[in-house]
């Protein structure tokens, strides 16, 4: 684990064995606080080993790897990445299929009971209904998978970075996230799917990657060639993509959200597989909805792989135009930064009420549904009934839960428009807010209702102990006020108020979200209209920047709150003030072996360090071999590989007794591994552990320098090295690890740093 404690010392180490590292004393322990959305506590959080190990072990696998191995291991890397297109766009169909049948059958049912006049019953299904459906969401999800609650997309994002969390990704958790998402969304809850079926393809893409779940005895060894950090790290990237992908129906959106949002590392082999596990996810909804159109699904199927069509209209805009474009941009900006400052307040109170144990999220859970049940099924009678219009194709007042017009408590020949958008799956009241020729469908008051109420069911629902994504609620929240100041603009615009809902839901995606690119393009699918893309470019980069002034996204707000020690692809300013060798002077001192190591010091290095990396010096005149890591010492340990005697091992003595499988895997704790007295005796030969070409900076280098460096390589330990080599003087100085680049960790330690900060922003 990189502990912020770094590295305890040793009482009984030799004297001439101490040098400079450890982590610094006031990272004694890392953020243990969960945050409301997840449920759990976070501990135990490690980083991963991206770089790559050059040990002997390695070296002679790569020696003697075929060209056939080669073009198997592309071969199969691809063959997963179908796979994960494969699974992933399953899982959505079946997520899509049980959302809106379950959804859909309860809201006909509950319109039934009103259609009857009989009110009290139909709200007592509803409700009741919705409490079921949430009490099971969140029981399945407190009890057995914590962390499956929230959209899981911040954990992918720190895992993407270098960030291990626990069993993030792990069998439980996939079938927990997806039971879970299909409870909760189909309760009426403010939450949607989207963000979950992401959480939801990561997962799938870890188990293909580890080859299956051993927790359940479900594993296939062959696939095991792939389980290490630096190949689950391309696979999660696929999975992230494709859960965006199926959620929705946007392959190009899918790539541009691991490219923008969640992947700290990129190269172009990754864009072709991830392009290719979107595609594969499209022709798998494809089948499935073309099936589906007959009716065999029930209620799913509707609407194609288009969700929210607008293509038949005619965007028409001049340069005056501009004017109100650039107002809903800045007002999503602010609206979007506001949301985010209000919903990190609410998910501190959340934790609070999260920590007191399993009855208070699971009682949290349940008054939010109970409230959200009340407002929906209540509200729309504080709306006035609209006469039909008879110039309207579709029938009026229908009597479909998914119609445009219901007539809820209205007499014949009236619609109640407030109940068309709230008695409603999500995604129809959002599609009927971005309907076509709608301009006089809905009043101004009942608009402002559904605003309000979506504004304060998206700040309390986010944070509860169920999956539930953003996606969804802030379009709602979006659309509700771009429609709203389209009729405020009508005056004065020839932008359709259709337009201005599709505008606002983006802007307010930009402000809170701060993505723009995948936002505009998963606008542009989700429309199926590419006259848009000017004036939706503009209301994005107007809404990010505004929202940038204020606070960060929410997705860094969360990764804040859950003490997930995510680097910054940019370091501070200050950061150039300081150089590396500053920080190892506040840090214990470093721990090392030698390459022949008495099992004794090996037992007691890891019984009394949580290091994970340790530099291994040798030689009359001290010098650096290299690194080896806490999993491979605990390896040695247990397999035994102990010698009699000081000496050097052979090549057949190490691969008799492992295998490059051998060294990717974790081996637990070292309080698992019993070692005999007459054990402790013996001898361990490190050299064909050790990772030979460690990255090393000198002590003279920039933090900044070696935080950019740190994470564009995807490192976990960086060895400082003193800047003059000379006898006497010991080669090295420190270790760094990703705790001591933060910036929050600097400034704790070197508070003179923080005044400095200060100044500068004052001048």
Not at 245 to 262: M, N
Not at 590 to 598: P, S
Not at 615 to 622: C, L, N, R, Y
Not at 735 to 746: G, S, V
Request: hydrophobic residues 45%.
């Amino acid at each position: 684990m990189e502990e912020p404690n770094g590295f305890a010392t040793i009482n009984d180490m030799e004297e001439e064995r101490e040098s400079t590292d450890i982590n610094y004393s006031r990272n004694r322990t890392l953020s243990s606080t969960s945050v409301a959305l997840e449920g759990a506590k976070v501990s135990h959080i490690e980083s991963l080993d991206y770089e790559i190990n050059e040990n002997d072990l390695f070296k002679h696998d790569w020696r003697k790897r075929s060209r056939v191995q080669t073009l198997q291991y592309v071969f199969i890397k691809w063959t997963l990445a179908f796979l994960v297109g494969l699974f992933t766009g399953g899982v959505a169909t079946l997520i899509s299929l049980s959302i809106e049948n379950i959804s859909g059958y309860k809201l006909r049912a509950t319109v039934n009971y009103i259609d009857d006049k009989r009110y009290f019953m139909g709200f007592a299904f509803f409700a009741g209904a919705n409490f079921l459906l949430t009490l099971l969401a969140a029981f399945i999800t407190v009890y057995f998978a914590p962390t499956a609650a929230g959209p899981g997309v911040p954990e992918i994002k720190a895992y993407l970075n270098g960030v291990d969390t626990p069993n993030m990704f792990g069998a439980t958790t996939l079938f927990v996230k997806i039971i879970g998402s299909i409870g909760a969304v189909s309760a009426g809850l403010d939450l949607g799917k989207e963000e979950p079926l992401i959480h939801i393809g990561s997962c799938i893409a870890s188990l293909l990657g580890q080859g299956g779940s051993d927790s359940y005895k479900l594993s296939w060894h062959w696939l095991r060639y792939f389980n290490n950090d630096r190949d689950k790290r391309d696979l999660i990237t696929y999975g992230s993509s494709s859960g965006v992908c199926a959620a929705f129906r946007a392959p190009v959106a899918g790539v541009l959200f691991a490219l923008e949002e969640v992947a700290t590392w990129w190269r172009s082999a990754l864009i072709w597989r991830t392009f290719f596990s979107t595609a594969v996810v499209v022709v798998v909804l494809r089948i499935f909805m073309d099936y589906c159109k007959s009716g065999s699904c029930g209620l799913f199927g509707r609407g194609g792989l288009i969700m929210f069509d607008v293509s038949d209209v005619i965007v028409r805009y001049h340069i005056v135009d501009i004017i109100p474009v650039v107002i809903i941009g800045v007002i999503g900006g602010l609206l979007g930064s506001l949301y985010n400052h209000v919903l990190h307040k609410v998910l501190r109170l959340y934790n609070l009420v999260n920590e007191k144990g399993k009855l208070h999220k699971l009682l949290l859970a349940l008054s939010v549904s109970l409230f959200t049940s009340i407002c929906i099924y209540g509200l729309p009678f504080l709306a006035k009934c609209k006469p039909c219009d008879s110039s309207l194709s579709d029938s009026c007042p229908g009597t479909g839960e998914t119609e445009n017009f219901k007539q809820f408590n209205c007499p014949n020949g009236y619609y109640n428009d407030l109940a068309t958008l709230l008695l409603a799956t999500k995604e129809d009241a959002i599609r009927k807010i971005f309907s076509l020729n709608t301009g006089t469908e809905f009043q101004v008051i009942s608009l402002l209702i559904f605003f309000l109420l979506y504004c304060i069911l998206g700040v309390i629902t986010f944070g509860i102990a169920v999956p539930s994504g953003l996606y969804i609620p802030i379009i709602l929240m979006g659309s509700g006020y771009g429609r709203l100041l389209g009729i405020a603009m009508r005056p004065y615009t020839k932008i359709d108020q259709e337009l201005f809902a599709v505008l606002g839901a983006a802007s307010l995606m930009a402000g809170s979200m701060r993505m723009t690119v995948t936002v505009c393009v998963i606008f542009l699918e989700l429309t199926n209209n590419l006259l848009l893309l000017p004036i939706t470019m503009l209301v994005l980069l107007i809404a990010k920047i505004v929202a940038d002034c204020f606070n960060p996204s929410i997705y860094e707000m969360v990764l804040e709150l859950k003490g997930l020690p995510f680097l910054e692809a940019h370091p501070e300013a200050w950061m150039r003030n300081i150089i590396v060798g500053e920080l190892s002077d506040v840090k214990s001192p470093v721990v090392t072996l030698e390459g022949i190591e008495k099992v004794r010091r090996i037992v007691e290095v890891l019984k009394y360090t949580t290091h994970n990396g340790f530099p291994v010096v040798d030689g009359v005149i001290p010098e650096l071999h290299g690194l080896v890591l806490r999993t491979h010492l605990l390896l040695v340990l247990k397999k035994k590989w102990f010698l009699n005697e000081r000496r050097r091992t052979e090549n057949w003595e190490v691969e008799e007794k492992f295998t490059w499988i051998d060294l990717a895997e974790r081996w637990g704790k070292i309080e698992d591994i019993a070692v005999t007295k007459d054990e402790m005796e013996m001898y361990v030969d490190l050299h064909p552990l050790i990772n030979t070409t460690p990255h090393t900076v000198v002590e003279s280098l920039s933090v900044a320098k070696a935080m950019v460096a740190f994470r564009q390589v995807g490192l976990r330990h960086m060895i400082i090295v003193p800047k003059y080599q000379a006898a006497g003087v010991f080669p090295v100085v420190g270790i760094l690890t990703r705790q001591d680049l933060r910036a929050c960790n600097i400034l704790n330690v070197i508070p003179h740093l923080a005044k400095s900060k200060s100044i500068k922003k004052g001048n």
